[in-house]
């Protein structure tokens, strides 16, 4: 939930808070908790009052509730300043082929649930580049991504792009770019050989759509997640996996 008036968002959920607090407490601008909590947050009210920030132990969780706009705060909320996503530049990305870094771009993720479980699984598989396009059908930083991520977004970088084609163009020969296709005819087991030593650009589409005809056209790799009898050409139940459950696999085989 974001207080436009201050320019903050709220930040709740314990794992997601205490995170905050003890990887990036600089960016907290207010903190509101529980007396339950008040011990666990002991040295993050001390490092705020040094900084002349405002804290307080709340005695009605409602007030909790109003400051997140949710009920699931589980006794903790942060303010912080509205996060502000750095413009991907060729300068970043050249540190990124120089290093061998990888990096996940999303195509119009557009649930703020799932951005956030992305971001904690990437942060738990080491991919800590997030890329998100300046697209309205994608969703950004919320309270409710912060909550899902359960810390992993103290683990992780954002940055935009205003076209995912030309990102993905300009990564032809420096990246192995690897979308996800239900009618892609490579594993997604393949892909770790795939990278041959290249940092890995990994794009996750839209969760109704998929990732776009341009994306597709601008991959090395289109891989799909198998389902077990597929070999025997029986079908699976459903059509596929949520995008967040698709992306840990994915991150999980990437990684190897």
Same mark, same amino acid.
């Given at each position: ?24 407490? $600089?960016?907290?601008?207010? /903190?509101? !908790? ?11 009210? *001390?490092? /705020? ?11 009605? +969780? ?9 009920? $699931? $705060? ?5 303010? &912080? !300043? ?25 195509? *119009? ?20 580049? &997030? &890329?998100?396009?300046?697209? +309205? @059908? ?5 309270? @409710? =991504? ?11 970088? !954002? !940055? ?30 393949? #892909?770790? @050989?795939? *990278? ?7 794009? /996750?589409?839209?969760? +109704?759509?998929?990732?776009?005809? &341009?994306?597709? *056209? ?5 891989? #799909? ?8 050409? =029986?079908?699976?139940?459903?059509? @596929? ?16």
């Amino acid at each position: 939930m974001k207080n436009k008036e201050n320019n903050e968002l709220a930040v709740c959920g314990w794992a997601a808070v205490k995170a905050l607090c003890s990887s990036n407490l $600089h960016k907290v601008s207010r /903190l509101y !908790f529980t007396k339950e909590r008040a011990r666990d947050l002991g040295d993050a009210c *001390r490092g /705020l009052a040094a900084r002349k920030r405002p804290y307080n132990m709340v005695e009605n +969780e409602a007030e909790l509730e109003k400051l997140s706009g949710t009920p $699931h $705060h589980q006794g903790a909320v942060a303010m &912080i !300043f509205a996060p502000k996503i750095t413009p991907l530049t060729t300068d970043i990305t050249q540190q990124w082929i120089t290093d061998g870094e990888s990096a996940v771009l999303l195509d *119009r993720i557009g649930n703020a649930n799932n951005l956030g479980a992305i971001v904690r699984s990437a942060a738990f598989f080491g991919f800590k580049n &997030i &890329i998100l396009p300046l697209d +309205e @059908s994608q969703s950004m930083i919320t309270t @409710s =991504a912060y909550r899902v991520a359960q810390g992993g977004m103290e683990r992780v970088a !954002f !940055f935009s792009v205003k076209s995912v084609e030309k990102l993905l163009k300009d990564m032809k020969g420096k990246m192995c770019r690897i979308g996800t296709a239900l009618d892609a005819k490579t594993t997604v087991d393949t #892909i770790a @050989s795939a *990278r041959n030593g290249k940092g890995a650009l990994i794009v /996750l589409g839209n969760e +109704e759509t998929g990732i776009s005809d &341009i994306v597709k *056209r601008n991959c090395d790799e289109l891989v #799909i997640i198998p389902y077990k009898n597929m070999q025997n050409g =029986a079908q699976s139940p459903v059509d @596929s996996l949520n995008v967040a459950q698709a992306a840990s696999i994915i991150f999980y085989e990437a990684a190897k």
